[in-house]
Nanobody, 124 residues
Framework: QVQLVESGGGLVQAGGSLRLSCAAS????????MGWFRQAPGKEREFVAA????????YYAESVKGRFTISRDNAKNTVYLQMNSLKPEETAVYYC?????????????????WGQGTQVTVSS
């Protein structure tokens, strides 16, 4: 069982930046594809970004390409999401997750371990 704890959320003005972190409890972390998802009020949870275990393969939702950067530090059991040029519509709870099943890295159904989420609020 891998426990994931997100941090770094908060309130930011439109156009601002935030860096989210997700710390894993288990050193098997380095073997997992890690993903970030978000869920706005009244909406379904959606894919944001993912990274393979080496950091050599990166995946992004079209809406965040060029503005968000996912990275990982396996020595620290941590994955990051740098978010720039944030928009009010990106206000959501952001979750990190570890991929435990085969299938697309874009699909939340392939992720078996989830953090509790961190709130990101972007004011206009």
């Amino acid at each position: 069982q891998v426990q994931l704890v997100e941090s770094g959320g908060g309130l930011v003005q439109a156009g601002g930046s935030l860096r989210l972190s997700c710390a894993a409890s288990d050193r098997t972390f380095s073997s997992y594809v890690m993903g970030w998802f978000r869920q706005a009020p009244g909406k379904e949870r959606e894919f944001v970004a993912a990274i393979n275990w080496t950091g050599g393969s990166l995946y992004y939702a079209e809406s965040v390409k060029g503005r968000f950067t996912i990275s990982r530090d396996n020595a620290k059991n941590t994955v990051y999401l740098q978010m720039n040029s944030l928009k009010p519509e990106e206000t959501a709870v952001y979750y990190c997750a570890a991929k435990t099943k085969s299938g697309s890295s874009y699909s939340l159904l392939t992720y078996g371990y989830w953090g509790q989420g961190t709130q990101v609020t972007v004011s206009s």
